[in-house]
């Protein structure tokens, strides 16, 4: 079973349990359908975004890594000069402490495959060229740029900010903290669509045995009973959309993608295959809840109301989709994980984002917060006539080569400083751009006086870890961060023509 011709070629298959010698055949076989040998430096991107208690159905699970890592053994004829794990986790937490906490750090040992921890590798520079780039250069691991032969192996999940999150959005997990959360905003699918021009997977296969519903840290499990496999970042992506029944083209990191030609979109120029129709797998999938729900709908009926202005004018955009909105409704549900009486707990409390010019609905005793650089309001508190300007940079003062990094122990003091700031005041104010889902975590969980999520005491030791090996590398002359020209792999992307906008979304399937 070879492909008929030279579609990007998707394929869809069942597999029911987490059993890796099951997961390695599926994956084989996929390899062999497509045709694909692994070569050279052969590189595995999981998303381990968070993992441990709470998080089971956030990451990519152990046992799939396994079945992709084995079945590219089994498909080696002798051309892979180096094969590993990689991955950056969600920001401000070790990507150690996921390794560990997901179950990927043991597989990884007992099967001898080498693991990295992308914080720990020196950041090389990728100049962009193409029309529409946010800037002229972007940061990333170096094994990601060496990479050869590049595999994507996501899990499939919902995603509060960007609808979805497959193929393309993984990528946010190729940067680390410093250079990811620049753009992290308004401008987030352009950042994504941005991310491709530093490599394309040779291979994609998605953990969606058990998918993730609603959002994306603390995902509602759904079985679907699937992996998906293909060979193309943008016609993948456009299949597993379809799985969920949602139209490709209206999912703007992966139409964006697909204009600047890393792949199409409408299923007629996509081969699909497998022992699973695409019918078959949207019956499995029927109802599922994505992301992408506004921050005010979002709160109804609980404790806190949300407001949200728009974004600075500069950015175009009426919601900040990228940023602070989603980061605050992935924050409850981590508290409300460890924190069943959260919702009871929490007192009536106000949350303001971007330049909102409408009325509070506040009474005496209430807590208001206003979240992010751009939040603006002007108006009564009780008696207290308040102001609140806009702290906003554009994203032109932003430099990669100067991002500074703020681990979580520097997020610890801010929210702690910020909170004895605000004591006996009419209210608080959270800065940055965007403010990360730790901040808010942190925030909310001292205003209902919620269980303490960080009292797990395995993500310091992790946290000690990474600082000792970064310590360690610093005195043979590691360097966090190269600049100018590097060396690239075979898997960065080469010859693209980008697609002329809205060319073929009339055709698109819906
Ligand atoms: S401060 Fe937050 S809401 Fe405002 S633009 Fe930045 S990320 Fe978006």
Not at 188 to 196: F, N, R, V, Y
Request: hydrophobic share 35%.
């Amino acid at each position: 079973m070879k492909p008929s011709d030279q579609k990007p070629h998707v394929i869809i298959r069942h597999c029911d349990e987490y059993d890796p010698e099951r997961i390695r055949e599926i994956i084989r076989e996929g390899l062999e359908i497509l045709d694909l040998r692994p070569r050279g430096r052969t590189l595995v991107k999981p998303n381990l975004v968070m993992a441990g208690e709470g998080f089971e159905n956030a990451h990519t699970r152990p046992e799939f890594l396994e079945g992709v890592v084995q079945a590219l053994r089994d498909r080696d004829e002798g051309e892979v000069s180096e094969l590993a794990v990689g991955e950056r986790c969600g920001i401000t937490m070790p990507t150690r402490h996921t390794y560990k906490q997901s179950g990927a750090e043991a597989m990884c040992k007992r099967i001898k495959v080498k693991r990295y921890f992308f914080e720990e590798e020196p950041q090389v520079e990728i100049p962009l060229s193409h029309e529409g780039r946010l800037r002229d250069y972007l940061f990333t691991p170096e094994p990601v740029a060496k990479a050869d032969f590049f595999v994507n192996a996501p899990k499939f999940k919902a995603h509060p900010w960007t609808t979805v999150t497959f193929g393309n959005k993984a990528y946010i997990g190729i940067q680390d903290d410093r250079h990811r959360l620049i753009d992290h905003d308004a401008k987030l699918d352009e950042k994504i669509a941005d991310l491709q021009y530093i490599v394309q997977p040779s291979f994609l296969a998605i953990d969606a045995i058990i998918a993730g519903e609603g959002r994306m840290l603390t995902p509602v499990p759904r079985k679907l009973g699937l992996i998906v496999m293909g060979n193309n970042q943008c016609a993948f992506d456009a299949v597993c959309c379809q799985i969920v029944g949602i139209n490709p083209f209206t999912v703007d990191h992966i139409r964006m993608a697909h204009e600047r030609g890393f792949g199409p979109l409408d299923l007629s120029q996509i081969e699909i295959s497998g022992d699973v129709t695409l019918e078959e797998a949207q019956k499995r999938a029927e109802g599922f809840e994505v992301g992408l729900v506004r921050v005010e709908k979002y709160f109804e009926g609980t404790n806190i109301t949300a407001y949200a202005g728009p974004p600075p004018r500069s950015e175009g955009k009426d919601y900040c989709w990228g940023g602070c909105p989603g980061a605050m409704e992935e924050a409850i549900e981590i508290l409300r994980q460890v924190d069943a009486e959260l919702d009871d707990k929490m007192p009536r409390t106000h949350v303001i984002f971007g330049n909102y010019q409408g009325d509070i609905d506040y009474q005496e005793g209430d807590q208001v917060v206003f979240i992010g650089d751009c939040a603006q309001w002007r108006g009564q508190l009780g008696d207290e006539l308040v102001s609140v300007e806009s702290l906003y940079r554009h994203r032109s003062t932003l430099d990669p080569y100067t991002a500074e990094s703020e681990d979580a122990l520097r997020k610890f003091a801010k929210v702690a400083g910020v909170m004895r700031k605000s004591k006996n005041k009419s209210h608080i104010r959270l800065t940055g751009c965007p403010v990360s889902v730790t901040e808010h975590v942190l925030t909310l969980g001292q205003l209902a006086k919620a269980t303490d999520p960080t009292r797990d005491l395995s993500a310091a030791f992790a946290y000690l870890q990474w600082k000792g090996a970064m310590g360690l590398k610093a005195l043979v002359g590691h360097r966090y961060q190269v600049k100018g020209e590097t060396e690239r792999g075979q898997a960065a992307p080469t010859d693209l023509v980008p697609v002329k906008p809205n060319a073929d979304a009339d055709n698109a399937a819906e």
